[in-house]
């Protein structure tokens, strides 16, 4: 009886393909009112490298169950702070050479794919409530604005979804063609 080859294409476990680290890319959360964005935001940064995530205003923090549970408990992976006041977190991270790049539609957005960004650049993405966005406070103190082209009728999606959209093509550039920064 001839044997049967195994398949071409198997599932591995999630240690299979862990990359070193994390990159020089923060989120700063402002105002992001439901538990479960915010986990979804700390599970986003485990799973894309971001080196820390700010919690500003009232952006529900850790304890908390809802974001647990979107989170998959992510919350006690990634580094994390909070703080009521986001310029003053902002004024501290451009301080420190971070370069401030809020993701909204705006009349000085581009779009997602012509941001330039360097090899090992420092930057950090901010997010905006879900309902209003990015507040013009924070738009002001942005050293640049990005935003996700959209096709369909409407001009925006879930928080969450549009984070993970923006770091994954903003890390890719970051970490160069080495992967790493």
């Known amino acids: 009886m001839p044997s049967t080859p195994p398949p071409a294409n198997v599932q591995l476990d ?3 393909h862990r990359a070193a680290g994390t990159l020089p890319l923060r989120l ?3 105002d992001v009112d439901l538990a479960l964005n915010v986990g979804a935001l700390f599970r986003i940064a485990d799973a894309l490298g971001v080196e820390h995530l700010h919690l ?4 529900p923090r850790p304890p908390d169950p809802k974001i647990r549970r979107s989170a998959r408990s992510a919350e006690r992976h990634v580094a994390w702070s909070h703080a009521a006041d986001p310029l003053a977190v902002v004024a501290q991270l451009k301080a420190q050479g971070w370069r401030i790049v809020a993701l909204e539609l705006s009349t000085a957005s581009v779009e997602l ?3 330039d960004v360097a090899p090992g650049e420092r930057v950090c993405l901010v997010l905006g409530t879900e309902n209003a966005g990015v507040s013009q406070a924070l ?6 604005t990005v935003h ?3 096709r369909g009728h409407n001009s925006s999606m879930n928080v969450a979804n549009a984070c993970a959209i923006a770091v994954y093509e903003i890390g890719r550039r970051v970490a160069g063609p080495q992967g790493g920064a």
């Open 14 to 16: 999630h240690a299979s």
């Open 28 to 30: 700063l959360a402002h």
């Open 56 to 59: 500003t205003g009232t952006s």
């Open 113 to 115: 794919d012509a941001f």
């Open 139 to 144: 738009l002001d103190a942005a050293q640049a």
């Open 148 to 150: 996700i082209p959209m």
